[in-house]
């Protein structure tokens, strides 16, 4: 299996922000596309952001523009994902993912962070 490590998730008020971090190996992130996504009670998996292969584009979701900010570091093999402005919207399990050349069908998940946006 691909190893994806997620953590950063925790609870924050609204307007608050949070680092999500990713880890995985150099090996993954030379190969696969790699994307944030997201599942709140209730709701369908929704894809947050990605960084694709063999170009490396980067997509977020309309949601996410303006907002989140996906990066990878190449020292810590860790693909981060930067959330600024947090509202309730936000809450839900986010997971990272890979995939190969693009994010629409990932073959591997990791375990999922929890992330919960209250006041």
């Known amino acids: 299996q691909v190893q994806l490590v997620e953590s950063g998730g925790g609870s924050v008020q609204p307007g608050g922000s949070l680092r999500l971090s990713c880890a995985t190996t150099r090996f993954t992130l030379e190969h696969y596309a790699i994307g944030w996504f997201r599942q709140a009670p209730g709701k369908e998996r929704e894809e947050v952001s990605c960084?694709?292969?063999?170009?490396?584009?980067?997509t977020y979701s309309d949601s996410a523009k303006g907002r989140f900010t996906i990066s990878i570091d190449n020292v810590k093999n860790t693909v981060h994902l930067q959330m600024n402005s947090l509202n309730a919207e936000d809450t839900a399990v986010y997971y990272c993912?890979?995939?190969?050349?693009?994010?629409?069908?990932?073959?591997?998940w990791g375990q999922g962070t929890q992330v919960t946006v209250s006041s």
């Open positions: 993912a890979a995939d190969v050349g693009s994010c629409d069908a990932p073959f591997s």
């Open positions: 960084i694709r292969t063999p170009d490396g584009r980067i």
